[in-house]
């Protein structure tokens, strides 16, 4: 029978179980130079160009853009439903891979299974939908969340980031001044009230969230001293130095109310502090807890990865009901504090069994010798291949972006654990 006279199947049924975790290791081919890497089932974005001699005829399908390697108990629709967005979808993956598939509806187990091109048409790497409580909020017609915490106390969100303000009887303190706020801030302050800024908080050093501080002019404005320290060597005009700053402690009494900063040690940035405001229940430490969301990129670059767990575990004590996080979609809770931190723990737990079972020798057999980088490379992509799917499993649908860094997450995390060797975690 020709390719064009192939029957087409029946939709699979929906009872079936879903696919396993995804991963991003795969065969990478240049021209005729391949290297083959260890790949765990899952998503895996193709890098090889256009025409390149090097892929097979049974990958072509995958060149420029990404594959999802079968697991035991895959489906189409399954499949469909967490990397396209719809269960419905199934059959355009049908149609990508049916010389593989052939009349098969369940795919066989090691499968690589070409997936459909965007919308719009663009190769691009299929990522796992957002759980609902990391889908984006409706956004006013403003441009911007405003969020009133308690009596005095407002959180403003857009794009992704957040920052913070406090109403007092003698002016407005805002903690954080994001360049991607510029507009928003001003405008939900003046919303709330007439009184003038008069204090301005730093979280940390970061551009992201404090680059438009200069705009609020001559006011009071304190940090940590590792953040003015970074905001002195920076030598950047959107971030004027601070004049107040302390090292463990301080506590801020403005018009009738309070905010309590404090500095748990290294853990994002040095110098990233926890704001708290007890009279609202609420505080802030930013690019520590997202709510809703696994971490960003590199733990979110993190100086200390012991110590984002050690901010972790300080944030689960507290005696508070909102969370301000400083990016994502929305504030936060205890609860979710509770989530990200259950999150960091299990990554840091699966990578540490990991590492224990895994000998670092023989990688190093397997390149020049003297080429030590290359070696624990390695190594390291062979941990992350054990964590990368058990991670994966255990949280895809609980929180968000998941797929997107926890391979690198736990290549950052094993290195912590070989060079800070923490032993209080």
Not at 100 to 121: C, H, V
Not at 304 to 325: E, K, N
């Given at each position: 029978?020709?390719?064009?006279?192939?029957?087409?199947?029946?939709?699979?049924?929906?009872?079936?179980?879903?696919?396993?975790?995804?991963?991003?290791?795969?065969?990478?081919?240049?021209?005729?130079?391949?290297?083959?890497?260890?790949?765990?089932?899952?998503?895996?974005?193709?890098?090889?160009?256009?025409?390149?001699?090097?892929?097979?005829?049974?990958?072509?399908?995958?060149?420029?853009?990404?594959?999802?390697?079968?697991?035991?108990?895959?489906?189409?629709?399954?499949?469909?439903?967490?990397?396209?967005?719809?269960?419905?979808?199934?059959?355009?993956?049908?149609?990508?891979?049916?010389?593989?598939?052939?009349?098969?509806?369940?795919?066989?187990?090691?499968?690589?299974?070409?997936?459909?091109?965007?919308?719009?048409?663009?190769?691009?790497?299929?990522?796992?939908?957002?759980?609902?409580?990391?889908?984006?909020?409706?956004?006013?017609?403003?441009?911007?969340?405003?969020?009133?915490?308690?009596?005095?106390?407002?959180?403003?969100?857009?794009?992704?980031?957040?920052?913070?303000?406090?109403?007092?009887?003698?002016?407005?303190v805002v903690v954080d001044a994001p360049p991607s706020l510029a507009e928003a801030l001003p405008a939900a302050i003046r919303r709330v009230t007439g009184r003038k800024v008069t204090h301005l908080v730093y979280s940390h050093d970061h551009?992201?969230?404090?680059?438009?501080?200069?705009?609020?002019?001559?006011?009071?404005?304190?940090?940590?001293?590792?953040?003015?320290?970074?905001?002195?060597?920076?030598?950047?005009?959107?971030?004027?130095?601070?004049?107040?700053?302390?090292?463990?402690?301080?506590?801020?009494?403005?018009?009738?109310?309070?905010?309590?900063?404090?500095?748990?040690?290294?853990?994002?940035?040095?110098?990233?502090?926890?704001?708290?405001?007890?009279?609202?229940?609420?505080?802030?430490?930013?690019?520590?807890?997202?709510?809703?969301?696994?971490?960003?990129?590199?733990?979110?670059?993190?100086?200390?990865?012991?110590?984002?767990?050690?901010?972790?575990?300080?944030?689960?004590?507290?005696?508070?009901?909102?969370?301000?996080?400083?990016?994502?979609?929305?504030?936060?809770?205890?609860?979710?504090?509770?989530?990200?931190?259950?999150?960091?723990?299990?990554?840091?737990?699966?990578?540490?069994?990991?590492?224990?079972?895994?000998?670092?020798?023989?990688?190093?057999?397997?390149?020049?010798?003297?080429?030590?980088?290359?070696?624990?490379?390695?190594?390291?992509?062979?941990?992350?291949?054990?964590?990368?799917?058990?991670?994966?499993?255990?949280?895809?649908?609980?929180?968000?972006?998941?797929?997107?860094?926890?391979?690198?997450?736990?290549?950052?995390?094993?290195?912590?654990?070989?060079?800070?060797?923490?032993?209080?975690?």
């Amino acid at each position: 029978m020709c390719e064009e006279e192939q029957p087409q199947p029946q939709p699979p049924s929906q009872s079936q179980p879903q696919p396993q975790s995804p991963s991003r290791r795969g065969v990478l081919r240049w021209g005729a130079v391949a290297a083959a890497v260890p790949a765990a089932a899952g998503v895996a974005a193709l890098a090889w160009p256009t025409g390149a001699s090097g892929a097979s005829a049974g990958q072509a399908s995958a060149v420029g853009g990404a594959f999802y390697r079968t697991a035991p108990g895959d489906t189409l629709r399954g499949i469909a439903a967490r990397f396209l967005g719809s269960e419905e979808r199934w059959s355009e993956l049908y149609q990508l891979n049916r010389k593989a598939l052939g009349r098969e509806t369940a795919p066989r187990p090691g499968l690589q299974l070409a997936l459909p091109e965007s919308p719009n048409g663009a190769r691009s790497r299929a990522y796992a939908p957002l759980p609902a409580t990391a889908r984006p909020l409706p956004v006013p017609a403003e441009g911007y969340r405003l969020d009133r915490i308690g009596d005095a106390l407002y959180a403003v969100t857009a794009g992704g980031t957040q920052a913070a303000f406090l109403v007092t009887d003698a002016g407005v303190v805002v903690v954080d001044a994001p360049p991607s706020l510029a507009e928003a801030l001003p405008a939900a302050i003046r919303r709330v009230t007439g009184r003038k800024v008069t204090h301005l908080v730093y979280s940390h050093d970061h551009a992201d969230h404090t680059a438009n501080a200069a705009a609020f002019g001559d006011v009071v404005r304190i940090a940590h001293t590792a953040t003015a320290e970074r905001i002195k060597a920076n030598q950047d005009p959107g971030r004027p130095m601070p004049t107040v700053t302390f090292t463990d402690r301080y506590r801020l009494d403005v018009g009738g109310q309070r905010l309590l900063l404090s500095y748990p040690g290294a853990n994002h940035e040095a110098g990233n502090i926890l704001i708290h405001a007890p009279r609202q229940r609420a505080a802030m430490m930013v690019d520590v807890v997202m709510p809703g969301w696994a971490p960003f990129r590199a733990w979110g670059t993190a100086d200390s990865v012991p110590g984002v767990l050690r901010a972790h575990d300080q944030l689960a004590r507290m005696d508070i009901d909102t969370y301000i996080g400083g990016h994502v979609h929305r504030l936060g809770t205890k609860e979710d504090v509770e989530v990200s931190r259950e999150f960091v723990q299990d990554l840091w737990k699966e990578t540490g069994k990991a590492i224990a079972g895994t000998d670092m020798g023989p990688f190093f057999g397997k390149v020049e010798a003297g080429n030590n980088w290359a070696g624990f490379d390695l190594y390291l992509q062979a941990v992350a291949d054990k964590v990368e799917p058990v991670v994966h499993r255990k949280w895809l649908g609980r929180l968000g972006a998941v797929d997107v860094f926890t391979r690198e997450n736990a290549l950052t995390v094993a290195l912590s654990q070989i060079v800070d060797a923490p032993r209080d975690l």
